[in-house]
């Protein structure tokens, strides 16, 4: 199973700011990585996929960036509903065994 | 527009089974594949199973492996999960997920997500 690690567990920011989420696979994932959204009491939602890629609707302040084992989101002019959980997922093993990172967590400074 | 809608969770001793349905709408129902990811309560989210456009090649994780199947009724639009011999760590939020991909290719993350039936398994 290929292990996804997120890094940091939370992270505290100021509105406006830009902040960078880590995501780190235990095996190249090549660039087989998707990030989600998920608002309290809300179902996730797609924000990236192969790594780069916006999801439809998605704003240009989101963007994704790296290949085989490590990968960020960034999120420039962070806004108030940003301030939510974010998670990253790999899917490049056969059969597929699709994994989640343990989530990031932005916290209003 | 795509919509998802989980039904079928509730409150069901060890042991016991379940079955969830997910009704879509919005899109060719016939062309994705689809899959039922699950979030423990206060946890993060954990892959559970994932079927083929035409049902005929299904993947699980190997925690479900034997217990839950997948399937889904193209004539209906619905997909099914069904859950046999339930445990006490298999109480989440189940949320069904449409593919990133087409019938052509699998995307293997998920587009479009439910908002979720919750199974609580407890004695």
């Known amino acids: 199973e290929i292990v996804m690690t997120q890094s940091p567990d939370t992270l505290s920011v100021s509105p406006g700011e830009s902040v960078t989420l880590s995501c780190r696979a235990s095996?190249?994932?090549?660039?087989?990585l998707a990030w989600y959204q998920q608002k309290p009491g809300q179902a996730p939602s797609l924000l990236i996929y192969d790594a780069s890629t916006r999801a439809t609707g998605i704003p240009a302040r989101f963007s994704g960036s790296g290949s085989g084992t490590e990968f960020t989101l960034t999120i420039t002019s962070l806004q108030s509903e940003d301030f939510v959980v974010y998670y990253c997922?790999?899917?490049?093993?056969?059969?597929?065994?699709?994994?989640f990172g343990q989530g990031t967590k932005l916290d209003i400074k | 527009q795509v919509q998802l809608v989980e039904s079928g969770g509730g409150v069901v001793p060890p042991g016991t089974s379940l079955r969830l349905s997910c009704a879509a709408s919005?899109?060719?129902?016939?062309?994705?594949?689809l899959h039922w990811v699950r979030q423990a309560p206060g946890k993060g989210l954990e892959w559970v199973a994932l079927l083929s456009y035409d049902g005929t090649n299904k993947y699980y994780t190997d925690s479900v492996k034997g217990r839950f199947t997948i399937s889904r009724d193209n004539s209906r639009n619905t997909l099914y999960l069904q859950m046999n011999t339930l445990r006490v760590e298999d109480t989440a939020v189940y949320y069904c997920a449409k593919d990133g991909g087409s019938a052509a290719y699998y995307g293997y993350y998920f587009h479009y997500w439910g908002q979720g039936t919750l199974v609580t398994v407890s004695s």
């Open positions: 919005g899109f060719s129902f016939t062309t994705y594949a």
């Open positions: 095996q190249s994932v090549s660039s087989n």
């Open positions: 997922q790999q899917y490049n093993n056969w059969p597929p065994m699709l994994t």
